[in-house]
Every structure is written in structure tokens, then in C-alpha cells.
């Protein structure tokens, strides 16, 4: 293939990429690090008029409680993480969110 025919957005999109691999401190026990995302709004609301959710994710057991929320607001969001954490405790294994 001629040189000349080869754009200058071929020539970096064929090069291979280098990762560099960064260590990452894992948690080390259940609780430790939660992960949280609010989705919606949704199109169809369900039974009890709500459209977004949020999720909490345990980083040491995958352990994942979704709650259904009417809106995205800072009250709202707040209620769901009591009711989360409140739940993570009332599971009785002495854990708590940090």
C-alpha cells in the first residue's frame, strides 16, 4: 500500500494501545467500600408512580439492595442510604457502611 494513500487518522487507529496497570487497594471486608448510581427517569413509572432507582453495591460481596425512588433529589437519595444502611445493620452480622 502507498504511503500516500494513508490518512493521518489510519495511522495512530492502527496502533496498539500500551495499558499501564495500576494496583488497587481491595477492601478487605464486607461493607468496607459501597458503591451507589441513581438511574431514571424512566419513560413508564411503576405501580407505585415511581421512575429512577438507586443502587448500592458491596465491593467485598457483591451484596446489592435496589431501592425505587419518585425522584432524584437530595432528600430522596438520603432516605434510600438510611434505609440501606439500616438494613445492613439490622442484617445482624455487626457490619456497618463506612
Excluded at 487518522?9 to 467500600?33: N, Y
Aim: net charge positive.
Amino acid at each position: 500500500m502507498n504511503n500516500d494513500s494513508m490518512c493521518t487518522v489510519c495511522i495512530p487507529a492502527q496502533h496498539k494501545q500500551k495499558f499501564i496497570r495500576v494496583k488497587v487497594k481491595r477492601t478487605t471486608k464486607p461493607f468496607e467500600l459501597v458503591h451507589s448510581d441513581v438511574c431514571g427517569p424512566f419513560s413508564t413509572p411503576t405501580f407505585g408512580g415511581n421512575r429512577h432507582f438507586i443502587l448500592f453495591v458491596d465491593d467485598y460481596t457483591h451484596f446489592t439492595l435496589v431501592w425505587m425512588l419518585p425522584d432524584k433529589k437530595l432528600e430522596t437519595c438520603t432516605t434510600a442510604y438510611k434505609a440501606s444502611q439500616a438494613r445492613v445493620h439490622a442484617m445482624g452480622q455487626g457490619y456497618q457502611i463506612k
